[in-house]
């Protein structure tokens, strides 16, 4: 039986599409609140009781809790880790951060320029969203009469939770738990029993802290990408398996697990079709990683069409939307991200020289 680190190998696979197919559905999920207002319905939310963006956004956390894993393990210590991840959230993010304040808010501001650019909110804009954590989602004037309201780019608020997780594969493999499965089974099991025991008894606390609330949704499918790689010897690839599993999750839907089932199902699933060996799939590695700029860019995009055009559909939104949103990231791929990356290996080396 085919095991997953049979095609664990090289980066002949299908995830630059799953995740271009996640970012994407990002933009359709967003377009229904952008464009009618908060109290919009978005697509699937209440069939499963989670929008499809959040399905797309664990889905992102799954891909990424496989990979980063595989990236510590290859990486050359831990300075070669932290320059890679620097260099694949930040470039971008400084980019249209950059945009946003001095191209896209002079433009569309309701205020005269001298008093956009007199405001303080104007010049912290850049550094709080920088941080990742103190996030500012507005700009004097921009986009106040939007149905949505004056929110530049939602989207940018998981990127904090996704670079925490990144810490967590980082001290995983100071402290030298990676390779070592006994050792990082203590640690899903110390996860588990956190979990489960916030699931159980921690409703009140995940109802008032939006921060424990989404470290909760979003570590588990971290954690299960990182259980998949350090367990990739033992882990099958089977259609039976993901049969069976898809036959469990319908059988607790509605649950009190329902979620934490839904969300293993899911993930097999995006590991098995990540690596179908199907040609139509793997040609889309031919153009680029397109899915970063398609979500940092979505959320301002959708905001900007639906400014210019007042009491837009959702449908006709996600029609504009996604071409102009395409061409953003394609241009950020190939003129910021990729070059960025280029010089990972060379910026890594320079700082540990600089250390030593």
């Not at 939310?45 to 956004?57: F, N, P």
């Not at 894993?69 to 932290?82: A, M, P, T, Y």
């Not at 060996?277 to 031919?286: K, S």
Request: proline share 4%.
């Amino acid at each position: 039986m085919k095991r997953l680190t049979d095609v664990a190998n090289g980066r002949d696979n299908n995830f630059n599409l799953l995740r271009m197919i996640a970012a994407s559905a990002v933009l359709v999920s967003h377009a229904y609140p952008i464009a009618i207002g908060n109290g919009a319905i978005e697509p699937l939310s209440s069939l499963l009781q989670m929008s499809l963006g959040t399905l797309a956004v664990i889905s992102f956390f799954a891909i990424s809790g496989f990979f980063i894993s595989q990236s510590f393990d290859r990486s050359k210590g831990l300075i070669g880790f932290v320059v890679a991840r620097v260099l694949r959230v930040y470039p971008g993010l400084v980019a249209i951060l950059l945009l946003t304040v001095f191209v896209l808010g002079p433009i569309f501001t309701t205020q005269s320029r001298t008093s956009y650019f007199s405001q303080p909110e104007t010049f912290l804009y850049f550094p709080r969203n920088l941080s990742l954590k103190w996030l500012q989602f507005n700009l004097p004037g921009v986009f106040q009469q939007n149905p949505y309201g004056p929110a530049i780019n939602g989207s940018l608020w998981s990127l904090f939770y996704e670079v925490v997780c990144y810490g967590i594969v980082a001290a995983l493999g100071v402290i030298s738990l990676k390779g070592r499965n006994w050792a990082f089974s203590g640690f899903l099991a110390a996860y588990v029993i956190a979990y489960v025991s916030l699931k159980l008894f921690g409703g009140k606390l995940l109802a008032q802290s939006g921060l424990l609330a989404n470290f909760h949704l979003l570590t588990l499918p971290f954690v299960i990408g990182m259980a998949f790689y350090q367990f990739r010897r033992l882990l099958p690839l089977s259609i039976f398996l993901l049969a069976a599993l898809s036959i469990v999750t319908v059988l607790t839907y509605g649950g009190f697990w329902f979620r934490e089932v839904f969300v293993v199902c899911l993930c097999y699933s995006i590991f098995y079709v990540g690596y179908l060996r199907l040609a139509p799939l793997r040609a889309y590695n031919n153009l680029g990683d397109y899915s970063y700029g398609m979500y940092i860019y979505a959320f301002p995009c959708e905001q900007m069409v639906a400014t210019l055009w007042k009491d837009i559909s959702p449908l006709m939104l996600i029609s504009i939307s996604f071409p102009a949103t395409l061409v953003a990231a394609m241009l950020s791929w190939h003129f910021i991200e990729s070059r960025a990356l280029a010089h990972r290996l060379p910026v890594a080396k320079w700082l540990q020289s600089r250390l030593a």
